[in-house]
């Protein structure tokens, strides 16, 4: 259900200009120009080391473990993911080589490793790869982990919740996996593409 979805909405990403006009508007009235930090406490120095030290983790090379995205890139493709995929995945990481250790690796829904539901070593249920406790709070998620030179799956890698950001809409309070946001529109994006509009004789 959820892939099958995600496999559409993303066809009409890739092919409807009414999907694409909404997309391009959504994401340009969210994100803009991007964030700026203003700091005001009582001490004026540290006041501008910090936005000094926000500017400079902006930029790319700084806030993505890739090196390729600024903030305001990562903001565009997460509230774009958000609406296509349903959802977007960050995981925090340290490199302690990096300019600014602190930096944001940005991972695909698909990358949740969705292996059905079992239990987790500590008896916990895993639910479509997000282990959850008996409250459903995430606890593990178990993101699937690649060689870059076949691009295999090699297995699947534990990363703690306290290091991930699943950013998706709930719209149960039982939910623990995204759905694409033009789900309700798919079918309606469909027929207006197929309306042929002449121009008047």
Known sequence: GRQFLRAKARYLE????????????YTRNTVGK???LQ???????????????WREWCKPGNC??????????????????????????????LDKKAK????????????IDAFGQIKSPAGNPIVDGIEVNEYGK????????????TLAQI?????????????????RPSQIREITRLARTIEKVNDLSLIHISEPT
Not at 14 to 25: G, P, T
Not at 68 to 77: D, G, R, V
Not at 102 to 111: A, G, I, N, S, T
């Open 14 to 25: 890739r092919n409807s200009e009414i999907v694409n006009s909404v997309l391009n508007a």
């Open 100 to 111: 600014i250790p602190f930096q944001l690796q940005l991972r695909e829904v698909d990358d």
């Open 64 to 93: 993505d473990v890739t090196g390729q995205y600024s903030l305001t890139e990562i903001l565009n493709i997460i509230v774009r993911r958000k609406i296509v995929d349903g959802g977007s995945v960050l995981v925090k990481t």
């Open 34 to 36: 991007g964030f700026n």
């Open 138 to 149: 995430p606890l593990t998620y178990y993101l699937r982990k690649y060689d870059f030179v």
């Open 155 to 171: 297995e699947s890698e534990r990363i703690p919740a306290e290091r991930v950001y699943f950013l998706f809409d709930k719209e």
């Open 39 to 53: 700091v005001k406490t009582d001490n004026a120095d540290w006041n501008s080391l910090v936005e000094k030290v």
